[in-house]
């Protein structure tokens, strides 16, 4: 079962059980330790595994992993942002999987921690692209200033090269000047990726981890994030 307040909740595929909530739904620190105390009971879970935010993004889980005995707990840790251990402490977590290097182990309770390599999977193409070559690559999700700003970058390495913009961001097209197609963020797959020339992206640890093997062609700019920090991820690179 999943628990998100993501508003790409239905990228999930269809056969994992999933509980969207909005995030005013997790800021109220009592209520979500109820709702999760209830949710383990309904469904019978034995291992609650947090991604990322050791206390919740809102600091609804410092209570609530204190009062699970009935499960294991597991975080998967990557970067946090200093801000982030200044507004919230970290519950004592059974296992600390760290997918990154950069993490301040210091800020974490646990009682392992285990070192560990995700393995990205190629995304499967859901449309069939026609790639005009030569061609760059633009890959972000969201937001459209963002994606925008990657594109002018792009724009700027052009001379007579196609560019595809894959992002989950509804782009308008007198933003978009030709020989540029815009394609669905989900839709990508790793022999588009290796025939680019360049590839645009941000610094986010799913993007990094996705084009890995890409370096010597990638253009990379790291956006301010409230608690991930794209620009040491960048410096670790």
């Known amino acids: 079962m999943l628990l998100t307040n993501s508003i790409y909740h239905d990228q999930v595929p269809k056969d994992i059980k999933t509980l969207y909530k909005e995030d005013v739904f997790f800021k109220n620190q009592d209520r979500f330790s109820l709702f999760l105390q209830n949710c383990i009971k309904e469904y019978e879970i034995d291992t609650l595994v947090v991604d990322v935010f050791p206390a919740g993004f809102y600091g609804e889980l410092e209570k609530s992993i204190t009062d699970i005995n009935s499960v294991q707990t597991i975080l998967l840790a990557r970067i946090v942002s200093k801000d982030y251990f200044k507004k919230y402490g970290s519950p004592v977590y059974d296992i600390i999987y760290t997918l990154e290097n950069g993490i301040a182990l210091a800020n974490y309770q646990y009682k392992k921690m285990i070192p560990f390599t995700l393995q990205q999977k190629p995304r499967e193409r859901s449309q069939e692209v026609i790639l005009k070559k030569p061609y760059f690559v ?3 999700s969201s937001p459209i200033d963002e994606v925008l700003l990657l594109y002018k970058q792009a724009l700027l390495y052009r001379t007579d ?29 790793s022999h588009i990726l290796d025939n680019a020339s360049k590839i645009f992206t941000g610094c986010g640890f799913n993007s990094t981890l996705e084009t890995e093997k890409y370096r010597e062609k990638q253009q990379i700019i790291p956006f301010k994030r409230k608690y991930d920090d794209q620009f040491l991820r960048k410096q670790l690179l």
């Open 138 to 140: 633009v890959m972000h």
């Open 161 to 189: 090269e196609h560019i595809y913009i894959y992002s989950f961001c509804v782009i308008d097209k007198a933003l978009i000047l030709e020989n540029t197609k815009i394609i669905s963020g989900n839709g990508i797959d």
